[in-house]
DNA sequence: TACGTTTGCCAACACGCGTTGACCAACAAG
DNA sequence: CTTGTTGGTCAACGCGTGTTGGCAAACGTA
């Protein structure tokens, strides 16, 4: 409450600047993980000055949490058809992936960071396991199911996007929701094997 | 050639302080990462100095490339019946990675180090795609579905041994392999969706 | 014009890192 | 006992890191 008629913060000047820093640390965390994106090489990306980046984001800790503060809402699929759940699911993860690279910066300062893998695993707690079950068999059953679909969905993000295997970078979207829609599709509404 | 009658090289004295490193070595790398697994702190657990680790293996590198060599070789599939390679595959590489930690290491490293994860495209090239050539419908698929096999285990791995998640932790042996065998099976030997 | 705030750059700090070379103790051979 | 080799410790180097505080220019306001 600053006593004046703006409710909401003003545009500052400097929110360019803050936008710049934000768009270098996002790509240098996605391409080199947490310690080796240095937060001189990032201002280095960004023009400015490294302290900047401090003025701006209190610390490394503070840049990191602001550059993977997105959330990855799956689309309303209450109105999709039962049997057609599991494709839909693979081709909304698959733009997700391409089109923002947040999440390969998480996987890969998850690989080495818990506060990261705490991040991953909370989309898994609160999106995941409710649509499990929602649309699987047995209530109880939903935590092993939907930590199946994780498995599947992260495994090809990790070859494909992280470790960059060519055999899975040349597999097309059409022919991966072919193939992972069944395997997602089984893990969440096939009965227990 | 020495001229002493010994040909292969005798046992030194200091091969147990070598042995006790290296095992430090795979703790650290496989608990931290290549960063902040310090040369210092593996040099701590094994209870030396920090030089000795230079003298007996060069730099980090020569480290990490001792801790992690080791050859994930496939079992003669060939005397398995052909419907069950999945869940025989996914029973193998589930012992495989909880006997020894050099895997989660090396997953771990992989997210950042590109020679890591090259390492683990090896095994794909030389061991899974022979594989699914063998057992597969039509050879020139070979890559794209040793790629999704691929995908299918290491995504098992990174949920289960590296990001922690205690949902894929729950998961039995045997409820793996109920779950993902029929995947892999899928991938390898079913035709083209 | 004068003044306080914002935006930015510069130089430096303390720290931990990988790595090196000098030095000492234990052992084997003559 | 002497001598050369091996196993191990210690102290230090150069470097890059995250982080800090001071100072100069640009700006908004009166």
């Keep these: 409450m600053t ?11 400097s929110d360019a600047t803050r936008a710049t820093i934000l768009a270098a640390a996002r790509e240098r965390f996605a391409a080199d993980g947490y310690e080796k994106a240095t937060i001189r090489a990032i201002a280095r990306d960004a023009n400015i000055d490294p302290s900047m980046v401090m003025r701006y984001y209190g610390n490394k800790a503070g840049l990191f949490a602001a550059a993977v503060a997105i959330d990855p809402g799956l689309p309303s699929l209450s109105v999709e058809p039962r049997e057609a759940i599991g494709r839909t699911l693979v081709r909304h993860f698959l733009t997700l992936w391409e089109e923002n690279g947040e999440l390969t910066a998480l996987i ?4 080495t960071d818990p506060a990261a893998a705490e ?11 409710p649509l499990a079950r929602r649309v699987g068999p047995a209530p109880e059953q939903a935590p092993a199911r939907a930590a199946l679909c994780a498995s599947a969905v992260l495994g ?13 970078m040349a597999l097309g979207h059409n022919e991966i929701v072919d193939w992972l829609g069944p395997t997602l599709q089984r893990y969440l509404t096939a009965p227990t094997p």
Tied chains: 1, 2.
Excluded: D, H, K, W
């Design 3 to 13: 006593g004046s008629t703006e409710n909401q913060q003003a545009a500052r000047r």
């Design 119 to 129: 991040r991953m695993q909370s989309v898994l707690r609160e999106q995941l396991i």
């Design 156 to 168: 090809l993000a990790l070859t494909r996007y992280v470790l960059r295997f060519p055999e899975s």
């Design 108 to 111: 890969r300062v998850g690989a």
